[in-house]
């Protein structure tokens, strides 16, 4: 139930958070960003509680694991990204598109090995 929850709230924020992240990239609309920003942190949240909560529930230590990596990677990516974005000469896209990659990565992440996760515990109780 909490896992359910908690997989709703990771998709919602995803789709929301691409969406205001793409508006930023397209218009550069400076105010987008701290919203972005909340969002952005709202979904690392949920991507460490679902997993926490299916790792609990299946014992799938690799999923809690890689889905706390890549959830802090996000954030402090996304948290520097402003002032390395900002210095002379930086690959400004390359670091952009890392970010938007990393963001892809985490919900792919969450999704396969969580839901794949949760089938074998179903089929176990069966
Ligand atoms: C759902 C996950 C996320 C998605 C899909 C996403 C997507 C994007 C996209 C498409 C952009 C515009 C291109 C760019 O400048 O990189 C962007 C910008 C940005 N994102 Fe995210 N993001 C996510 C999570 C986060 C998080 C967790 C943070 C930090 C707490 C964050 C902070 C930022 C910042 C500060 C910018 C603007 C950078 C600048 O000034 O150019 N994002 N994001």
Known sequence: M???IASMALRLFF???LVLGLIFWFSDNDAIVPFHMLVGILFVI????YSA???LQTGNVGLVAGS???????AIIGMT???ILSSA?????IIQ?????LAFLAIGFAESVGGRAQRTLKARAA
């Open 2 to 4: 909490g896992a359910r």
């Open 15 to 17: 789709l929301l958070n």
């Open 46 to 49: 949920s991507l460490w509680v």
């Open 53 to 55: 909560l299916v790792g």
């Open 68 to 74: 706390f990596v890549l959830g802090l990677l996000l």
């Open 81 to 83: 990204q402003a002032s």
């Open 89 to 93: 000469n930086s690959p400004h896209w």
């Open 97 to 101: 598109v890392i970010h938007l990659l």
